[in-house]
């Protein structure tokens, strides 16, 4: 009979490369075991400060009110510093925890966590890009300004992206006007972004710095509901919210509105500078849209009643792509030769009306006999209990301004601003930040009102400006 060397063979074979296996099992085993056990001390390691902070900002309301009376005093500089460190880092890092929870889906998914991207956002540097501003005012402004007591007022929607550098350049802004000597109001309403958890931060900055404020979020429990001609209700009842505080018009020398403009604190000093030295009521800077084309078109009227465009050029320009297309001319009759070349220039002057998305305005307008708020137009035949779309409540404001003798409202055209940081960078300009504004030519006031003014109804958009008596809106 035959052995069977093979079959032992074989199995020797079979045992060794078992125990080879079994060597290599084990080893692997450890190397998981201890793998595991150091990726679960890193993952509990402590928080950093600004994920401590956007965790407790995930855990609170969308909606809250917030004020403070505390004025001056010394700025704390390491808690303003840390709450503007998570200001820049405030959607990375939300973005993380988001991804972080997504995995925490059962023990096999939470330790192989770490092995993620989502650990590369653990230390957050900003994502956010910020408008390249002076990192200081110069001193004339200071010199000039800083005993003026300024109330800010500021309606939010939707404005993650804009909150970063409306937060810093406010700073900037009160530093220099003096924490004490400045009121800040915000009413937010119907946003689903980061808005809510970037006016929590706001409020914490203000803190820091020793500025008085109040702060309305809303969130979605309020929605715009500007539909069936309610756009200019709704947006006058948000607007006198903001102006709730200003209880004592007395205590402020002038009424500063921010809409949600990207913009630089240099810009807002000029035009304070500006409505302070030319003795104007109201003065506005200018916001641009694409193509450098201005974009409050509808408000902005000049002294013989006429819009800064030919609404047929505008008709026609937004008709197609504007991708290749010229802008429209800008004051394009030649009775406004004078106002253009100024314009030009950036030169301030006198226009019948303007907002323009920041503007100023002296605070005695707000108190009696003024008394000073926004509202819908007076002249519209069709409106029911006051619901009319056929005037913007910014242009209201100017005409409530002339109707009671305080006509001197100004354009400062070296203040550009933009609902959008790449056209805000396109089309600022080294004039906005020239100290030689100083010797800007006097404004020679008028007195009198145009006796019409051409007026464009928002629920036609494309219907022919019509002439109306001034006063009747």
């Given at each position: 009979?035959?052995?069977?060397?093979?079959?032992?063979?074989?199995?020797?074979?079979?045992?060794?490369?078992?125990?080879?296996?079994?060597?290599?099992?084990?080893?692997?085993?450890?190397?998981?075991?201890?793998?595991?056990?150091?990726?679960?001390?890193?993952?509990?390691?402590?928080?950093?400060?600004?994920?401590?902070?956007?965790?407790?900002?995930?855990?609170?309301?969308?909606?809250?009110?917030?004020?403070?009376?505390?004025?001056?005093?010394?700025?704390?500089?390491?808690?303003?510093?840390?709450?503007?460190?998570?200001?820049?880092?405030?959607?990375?890092?939300?973005?993380?925890?988001?991804?972080?929870?997504?995995?925490?889906?059962?023990?096999?998914?939470?330790?192989?966590?770490?092995?993620?991207?989502?650990?590369?956002?653990?230390?957050?540097?900003?994502?956010?890009?910020?408008?390249?501003?002076?990192?200081?005012?110069?001193?004339?402004?200071?010199?000039?300004?800083?005993?003026?007591?300024?109330?800010?007022?500021?309606?939010?929607?939707?404005?993650?992206?804009?909150?970063?550098?409306?937060?810093?350049?406010?700073?900037?802004?009160?530093?220099?006007?003096?924490?004490?000597?400045?009121?800040?109001?915000?009413?937010?309403?119907?946003?689903?972004?980061?808005?809510?958890?970037?006016?929590?931060?706001?409020?914490?900055?203000?803190?820091?710095?020793?500025?008085?404020?109040?702060?309305?979020?809303?969130?979605?429990?309020?929605?715009?509901?500007?539909?069936?001609?309610?756009?200019?209700?709704?947006?006058?009842?948000?607007?006198?919210?903001?102006?709730?505080?200003?209880?004592?018009p007395s205590e402020f020398d002038t009424v500063l509105w921010l809409n949600d403009i990207f913009h630089c604190?240099?810009?807002?000093?000029?035009?304070?500078?500006?409505?302070?030295?030319?003795?104007?009521?109201?003065?506005?800077?200018?916001?641009?849209?694409?193509?450098?084309?201005?974009?409050?078109?509808?408000?902005?009227?000049?002294?013989?009643?006429?819009?800064?465009?030919?609404?047929?050029?505008?008709?026609?320009?937004?008709?197609?792509?504007?991708?290749?297309?010229?802008?429209?001319?800008?004051?394009?009759?030649?009775?406004?030769?004078?106002?253009?070349?100024?314009?030009?220039?950036?030169?301030?002057?006198?226009?019948?009306?303007?907002?323009?998305?920041?503007?100023?305005?002296?605070?005695?307008?707000?108190?009696?006999?003024?008394?000073?708020?926004?509202?819908?137009?007076?002249?519209?035949?069709?409106?029911?209990?006051?619901?009319?779309?056929?005037?913007?409540?910014?242009?209201?404001?100017?005409?409530?301004?002339?109707?009671?003798?305080?006509?001197?409202?100004?354009?400062?055209?070296?203040?550009?601003?933009a609902y959008s940081l790449d056209i805000y960078e396109w089309d600022r300009t080294p004039a906005g930040y020239?100290?030689?504004?100083?010797?800007?030519?006097?404004?020679?006031?008028?007195?009198?009102?145009?006796?019409?003014?051409?007026?464009?109804?928002?629920?036609?958009?494309?219907?022919?400006?019509?002439?109306?008596?001034?006063?009747?809106?």
């Amino acid at each position: 009979m035959l052995p069977l060397p093979a079959y032992t063979s074989s199995s020797s074979a079979f045992k060794r490369r078992c125990r080879v296996s079994y060597v290599h099992l084990l080893t692997a085993t450890a190397l998981f075991v201890l793998s595991a056990y150091t990726l679960l001390l890193f993952s509990s390691r402590t928080p950093t400060h600004i994920q401590q902070q956007v965790q407790h900002l995930r855990s609170l309301p969308s909606d809250f009110v917030q004020s403070s009376n505390r004025k001056g005093g010394a700025i704390d500089e390491d808690s303003l510093a840390k709450t503007l460190a998570t200001v820049d880092g405030l959607r990375a890092e939300f973005n993380r925890q988001e991804r972080e929870q997504e995995t925490e889906k059962g023990w096999a998914n939470w330790m192989l966590a770490p092995f993620s991207i989502t650990r590369d956002a653990l230390v957050v540097s900003s994502t956010h890009a910020y408008p390249t501003c002076p990192t200081s005012a110069d001193p004339h402004y200071s010199s000039s300004l800083y005993y003026k007591r300024v109330f800010i007022a500021i309606n939010l929607l939707q404005n993650e992206e804009l909150m970063p550098t409306l937060t810093r350049e406010l700073v900037a802004l009160i530093r220099v006007l003096g924490p004490d000597r400045v009121f800040v109001s915000i009413y937010e309403n119907a946003s689903m972004d980061l808005t809510i958890m970037h006016l929590r931060l706001l409020c914490q900055v203000l803190e820091s710095l020793g500025t008085p404020y109040k702060v309305i979020a809303k969130g979605l429990t309020e929605l715009q509901q500007k539909e069936n001609g309610h756009r200019i209700s709704r947006l006058s009842a948000v607007r006198n919210a903001a102006l709730e505080p200003l209880s004592n018009p007395s205590e402020f020398d002038t009424v500063l509105w921010l809409n949600d403009i990207f913009h630089c604190h240099t810009d807002v000093l000029e035009l304070l500078l500006q409505k302070q030295q030319q003795g104007a009521v109201q003065a506005c800077g200018i916001d641009y849209g694409p193509k450098g084309l201005i974009y409050d078109r509808w408000v902005m009227r000049n002294m013989r009643g006429m819009p800064f465009y030919n609404q047929s050029d505008l008709v026609e320009f937004f008709s197609s792509d504007i991708t290749y297309k010229p802008r429209p001319e800008v004051l394009p009759f030649p009775e406004d030769t004078l106002d253009k070349a100024a314009l030009e220039r950036g030169e301030p002057f006198q226009v019948f009306s303007c907002w323009n998305g920041v503007t100023a305005f002296s605070a005695s307008a707000f108190a009696p006999p003024t008394s000073l708020r926004f509202r819908t137009a007076l002249n519209d035949p069709n409106s029911k209990d006051g619901v009319t779309d056929k005037a913007s409540e910014c242009y209201l404001s100017s005409v409530d301004l002339w109707k009671h003798g305080m006509g001197r409202v100004m354009l400062v055209p070296r203040v550009k601003v933009a609902y959008s940081l790449d056209i805000y960078e396109w089309d600022r300009t080294p004039a906005g930040y020239d100290p030689t504004v100083v010797t800007t030519p006097r404004i020679n006031w008028k007195t009198a009102p145009p006796k019409q003014v051409w007026m464009h109804n928002f629920a036609a958009w494309y219907a022919p400006e019509v002439p109306e008596p001034w006063d009747e809106a």
